[in-house]
């Protein structure tokens, strides 16, 4: 087998193991962070995850597109992908801040939790319309549930990553404030 070929068992490996670090930055945010950081993080959090997703899609068309996201978008798009899903995901960013809030006690863990679905979503979109796992050689190997079960943790670690920089991004502009 081509060693450039994912696996399912690889890949549930790897979600247990996200999915556990995921548990145990909730748990820190929700103390450092809270629901009140994450109030005062209104413009920064969506800020954050857009520049974020530019990064990522940055790097997934520079590393990533001959093996994987060549087969997946059209050559036409490859420079376009980072700033448009950086701007899509700016806004799915906001709107997740504003939904976990809607849920006080458990905002953190909302605003991560919806950054999972995300994950979920968007990768049984890619795979179902896009041919995520048909395409590209090194995913043909993979489960649609595999893959969108690494999907979920990942992206709420992402989630995780995004709040703790946005509420950093905060605290910093308002240290230089006054």
């Given at each position: 087998?081509?060693?450039?070929?994912?696996?399912?068992?690889?890949?549930?490996?790897?979600?247990?193991?996200?999915?556990?670090?995921?548990?145990?930055?909730?748990?820190?945010?929700?103390?450092?962070?809270?629901?009140?950081g994450?109030?005062r993080?209104?413009?920064?959090?969506?800020?954050?995850?857009?520049?974020?997703?530019?990064?990522?899609?940055?790097?997934?068309?520079?590393?990533?597109?001959?093996?994987?996201?060549?087969?997946?978008?059209?050559?036409?798009?490859?420079?376009?992908?980072?700033?448009?899903?950086?701007?899509?995901?700016?806004?799915?960013?906001?709107?997740?801040?504003?939904?976990?809030?809607?849920?006080?006690?458990?905002?953190?863990?909302?605003?991560?939790?919806?950054?999972?679905?995300?994950?979920?979503?968007?990768?049984?979109?890619?795979?179902?319309?896009?041919?995520?796992?048909?395409?590209?050689?090194?995913?043909?190997?993979?489960?649609?549930?595999?893959?969108?079960?690494?999907?979920?943790?990942?992206?709420?670690?992402y989630?995780?990553?995004?709040?703790?920089?946005?509420?950093?991004?905060?605290?910093?502009?308002?240290?230089?404030?006054?």
């Amino acid at each position: 087998m081509d060693e450039n070929v994912l696996t399912p068992a690889l890949m549930y490996r790897a979600a247990a193991v996200v999915a556990l670090l995921d548990i145990l930055l909730v748990i820190a945010l929700t103390r450092q962070i809270g629901t009140d950081g994450l109030r005062r993080a209104r413009w920064t959090v969506p800020l954050v995850s857009g520049v974020f997703w530019v990064g990522v899609w940055l790097t997934m068309v520079v590393v990533f597109w001959d093996d994987v996201y060549g087969h997946v978008f059209p050559a036409w798009a490859r420079w376009l992908v980072p700033p448009v899903y950086g701007l899509g995901f700016a806004g799915v960013g906001a709107l997740w801040r504003y939904l976990a809030l809607r849920v006080p006690r458990a905002a953190v863990a909302v605003f991560v939790t919806l950054w999972g679905v995300t994950g979920a979503l968007t990768h049984t979109y890619a795979i179902a319309a896009a041919g995520l796992l048909e395409r590209p050689p090194m995913l043909r190997s993979l489960t649609p549930a595999s893959a969108v079960v690494f999907a979920t943790f990942e992206f709420g670690f992402y989630g995780c990553a995004i709040l703790a920089l946005g509420s950093l991004l905060g605290r910093t502009m308002d240290r230089s404030r006054g």
